[in-house]
């Protein structure tokens, strides 16, 4: 049997019965121990096998509410199959294009079933209409429990994690049974989780991995206290964030940048001292992206009078081809930033230390620890395929138990390993003491007369200017790869309906672009808030948004 699901048998079976999952905050508070969670999902697996799911079956899964979707999702463990969390519709969506995106999906996986649970359970005509097999998570709640667990190897997949690229061009990460536990095993030490004394609050969403793996699976698996509510209940009201680590005395949460930005300036609204108490955190993680500083610090400065310690800032680096997490920093070391040489970056590749001096030849980025202990790490020349030295910047290469072994595509399955199992990861950095430093994503460096610019130097310098939404600027690339090769900037203000103001603003990014870099963006658009392209997880997606002003400027153009 996947020595994975043993351990969360075994886990429901000790500690389990002790601690579990909070959900239905802030409305109507239910916790849920994980012998219980697994007592549901037992009964939910007995009435997948006897309803014909078969061992390997890949199974879709479409619901919003962290209470249905856990068992749901150990049961299909439990009966031999993987998960995959699909892309939800929003009240946005056109019902039909996301049903053709989803049926593609399907196809890529090879699944012929989806959990489906509220509020999508309304969505059962839609998928009648195109075809889609479904079984209603209310359905299977009531089923005889499963006798005996679906025995599968280590290398079965667990998760077929979906990307947040197109979803004309769907991919889905490979993460088997053997790279969850690796994965699992390493951050739990590394983080030094203590089912005895820690809690996790989590509103991110579980189709994505920080959500899943890192925010529902791992505490299920290592028996840890867990508060979880959706996304929309955090955007809903940021600050039922600070009130869940307030009453439950959390230790350990995870947000992209712009949310820590967003609960900073909420935070910094609030008339009472007294009105949370955040001195039990001891882990705020920040993964999968470039560290935002200024964020980071509108965070730990507005909560450092609601006890917050800012040494409790975890800046990490993950990406779902490593299962979750890939490198982390000693906890409670905060945010440590590289200070080095901006001409040396962007003209020799090498990440010269320098003072920091605030001034534009000065760039500074997290350290963001040492890979874990099943993971190597690597520096590597994109132009020779060398192995690059301290300090030297480069592709970063990573090798280890918890790489997934390939993707799913619509063209079928695509390695990811190279022949002695590294893996290219796009990450453009360099390593200091052992320590990984992420500078960008290759794909997103703008070349301009030899240097390399990255976009997250522009879009600090353009984030300074007042009136720009934090976390809401991004730099793009135009004409990427030509002589022409030039880069716009787009930001999000609440002044955008206001031609004066966004005169100004343009007018005042585009200098404060100049001085960082040296260097002026053909343009400059100012969009409301909420226009920006991202991700599920809130990411900017660079790429996107560069569509979009490729193809304004050339119809201005024309």
């Not at 049961?75 to 998960?83: D, I, M, R």
């Not at 320098?354 to 620890?369: E, H, K, N, T």
């Amino acid at each position: 049997m996947s020595q994975f699901v043993d351990t969360l048998i075994a886990t429901a079976n000790a500690g389990g019965r002790l601690r579990g999952v909070t959900t239905g905050e802030p409305r109507e508070a239910v916790r849920t121990t994980w012998a219980q969670v697994h007592e549901q999902a037992r009964a939910m697996a007995g009435a997948l096998v006897s309803r014909g799911m078969a061992r390997h079956d890949a199974v879709a899964v479409l619901a919003a509410e962290p209470s249905t979707i856990g068992p749901a999702v150990q049961a299909v463990w439990l009966a031999g199959g993987s998960v995959t969390m699909l892309h939800q519709p929003t009240p946005r969506s056109d019902l039909a294009m996301w049903a053709e995106d989803t049926v593609r999906v399907l196809n890529m996986i090879s699944s012929k079933l989806v959990l489906l649970g509220a509020p999508f359970d309304q969505l059962a005509p839609v998928l009648d209409e195109h075809g889609i097999g479904y079984q209603l998570m209310t359905d299977l709640a009531n089923g005889t429990p499963l006798a005996e667990v679906v025995e599968v190897d280590e290398s079965a997949p667990a998760l077929l994690q979906l990307t947040s690229g197109s979803t004309a061009e769907p991919k889905a990460v490979r993460i088997t049974h053997g790279n969850l536990l690796s994965n699992i095993t390493d951050m739990a030490a590394c983080a030094e989780l203590d089912p005895d004394s820690d809690t996790m609050v989590s509103w991110l969403p579980m189709f994505h991995d920080m959500g899943m793996v890192g925010f529902y699976t791992t505490p299920m698996t290592m028996g840890i206290e867990l508060v979880k509510v959706t996304p929309a209940d955090f955007l809903t009201g940021p600050l039922l964030w600070a009130e869940l680590i307030s009453k439950y005395r959390a230790t350990i949460t995870a947000a992209p940048n712009f949310a820590y930005a967003l609960l900073g300036r909420r935070m910094s609204g609030v008339d009472d001292d007294d009105a949370y108490d955040l001195s039990s955190m001891r882990l705020a993680l920040n993964g999968a992206e470039p560290i935002d500083e200024k964020a980071v610090r509108m965070f730990t400065d507005s909560g450092a009078r609601f006890g917050l310690r800012p040494e409790c800032v975890f800046p990490a680096y993950g990406m779902a081809e490593g299962t979750l997490a890939i490198s982390f920093p000693p906890p409670f070391t905060g945010l440590r930033l590289d200070y080095i040489d901006a001409e040396a970056l962007e003209s020799g590749q090498r990440a010269v230390p320098v003072s920091p001096s605030g001034s534009p030849s000065v760039r500074s980025f997290a350290l963001l620890g040492k890979p874990l202990p099943g993971f190597e790490a690597r520096i590597v020349d994109q132009s020779t395929g060398e192995v690059r030295g301290e300090r030297e910047v480069g592709e970063i290469h990573i090798r280890g138990a918890a790489i997934t072994p390939g993707y799913l595509t619509v063209d079928g399955p695509l390695a990811t390993q190279d022949a002695s199992g590294w893996l290219a990861t796009g990450d453009l950095g360099y390593i200091v003491d052992g320590e990984i430093v992420i500078c960008g994503r290759a794909k997103d460096v703008i070349i301009l007369a030899g240097r390399n610019i990255y976009p997250t130097d522009i879009e600090r310098a353009a984030s300074t200017v007042e009136g720009v939404r934090a976390g809401n600027a991004v730099a793009v690339r135009l004409d990427a790869g030509t002589r022409r090769e030039r880069f716009a900037v787009v930001v999000e203000s609440r002044k955008a309906d206001d031609p004066a103001a966004v005169r100004v603003l343009r007018k005042q990014v585009g200098a404060r672009v100049f001085e960082a870099v040296n260097a002026r963006p053909v343009a400059v658009e100012v969009l409301p808030p909420g226009t920006l392209p991202k991700t599920p997880s809130g990411k900017l997606r660079r790429a996107a948004a560069g569509e979009q002003v490729a193809a304004r400027l050339k119809s201005t153009d024309g």
